[in-house]
């Protein structure tokens, strides 16, 4: 990534954060984004819709096939979780184009969180 493109995502992630991307802080909040897919789509106790996308980059130096992906062209990838109105919760970028959504997810802070227990997500029910 060229360092124009680098600092404009920053500067633009620095902005918006605040506004656009609210990670749930405690249960109520992860209750309340569980009630609105339930209340929208009848989807009981679902805490975020996630998923991946590919954004075709030029080979990085050095990486050999790592950023080449299934689609047999390079790529960075991005997952992101919304609520139930489509505002962004969780957003993990920049991994390799041959890693799948699955992969991604398994190595985040968000996978990481909840494995330890550091994100306070509901009990079961």
């Known amino acids: ?23 749930p802080a405690s249960a109520e909040e992860w209750k309340a984004i569980a ?12 805490l975020g819709a996630i998923d991946g996308k590919h954004f075709k980059v030029h080979c990085p130096r050095n990486t050999g096939s790592q950023y080449f992906n299934y689609k047999q062209q390079f790529s960075s990838l991005v997952l992101a979780m919304c609520d139930s109105n489509y505002i962004f919760t969780y957003i993990e970028s920049g991994s390799a184009g041959r890693e799948g959504d699955a992969g991604v997810f398994s190595h985040s802070a968000l996978y ?8 306070k997500v509901l009990e079961p029910s």
């Open 1 to 23: 990534m060229s360092g124009v493109m680098f600092e404009t995502a920053i500067a633009i992630y620095d902005k918006l954060t605040s506004t656009c991307l609210k990670f």
């Open 35 to 46: 009630g609105g897919f339930w209340e929208k789509w009848h989807f009981p106790n679902c």
């Open 112 to 119: 990481a969180g909840l494995e330890s227990r550091l994100v």
